[in-house]
């Protein structure tokens, strides 16, 4: 009697192929290891007791991945400490819920939601680019306070534009306005009907 071969794919994973392999390997390439460099002086800098990560894509992705590092950093610069609890576990959804926390944090610091990453990003490895552009931004908003609450070297990140103000008069905006209308191709209604080019008299039927 022939023995059976076991299903290939089944019980065990094997490498990903295909489309799912090439748009991870496009997402890896955008993994920056200088702005690595530059995020970790900075975390060591805010948060002393953080230490230090392997160098390296993996080793960047072990020491931030339970959440304590990025949930010690968010409170480091807002003085109203929005993660109240941090803790150490080895517990998958334990880690993946202080990640959250700092997601929500990080958030309501001003981080845009196009700049945030996805929990799965950090805790699977799936985009770490996007956890470098999230820290990027909060780095640049920190720096951008001036509130006291950064530590490190502020040349590492660019300032955020700051808001400017401007006040007008009832009649500048309401001019404002008719020039958006003109500039949409409609002014209440108007339209270019029954105009004439440039130079040319326009004729008025009486």
């Known amino acids: ?106 958030e309501r610091y001003g981080v845009q939601k196009t700049d945030m990453f996805q929990t799965v990003d950090l805790w699977e490895g799936k985009d770490l680019a996007s956890v470098q552009r999230t820290l990027l931004a909060i780095g640049s908003i920190a720096v951008t306070k001036e509130d006291g609450m950064f530590k490190g070297n502020p040349d590492c990140f660019f300032k955020k534009a700051q808001e400017n103000r401007r006040d007008f008069s009832d009649d500048q905006l309401k001019e404002g306005k008719n020039i958006i209308g003109l500039q949409m191709g409609s002014n209440q209604g108007a339209s270019q009907s029954g105009m004439t080019g440039y130079g040319r008299p326009r004729q008025i039927m009486s």
């Open 1 to 106: 009697m022939a023995s059976q071969k076991p299903a290939v794919g089944m019980a065990n994973k094997g490498p990903s192929y295909g489309l799912s392999r090439a748009v991870q390997d496009k997402i890896d390439k955008k993994y920056d290891a200088e702005l690595e460099e530059r995020l970790v002086e900075w975390i060591g800098a805010q948060c002393p007791e953080a230490g230090k990560p392997e160098a390296g894509k993996l080793g960047f992705q072990a020491w931030l991945k339970n959440g304590v590092v990025l949930c010690e950093l968010i409170n480091s610069l807002d003085a109203a400490k929005p993660v109240k609890k941090i803790g150490h576990s080895d517990m998958a959804f334990k880690q993946m819920e202080q990640i959250s926390q700092f997601l929500t944090a990080a």
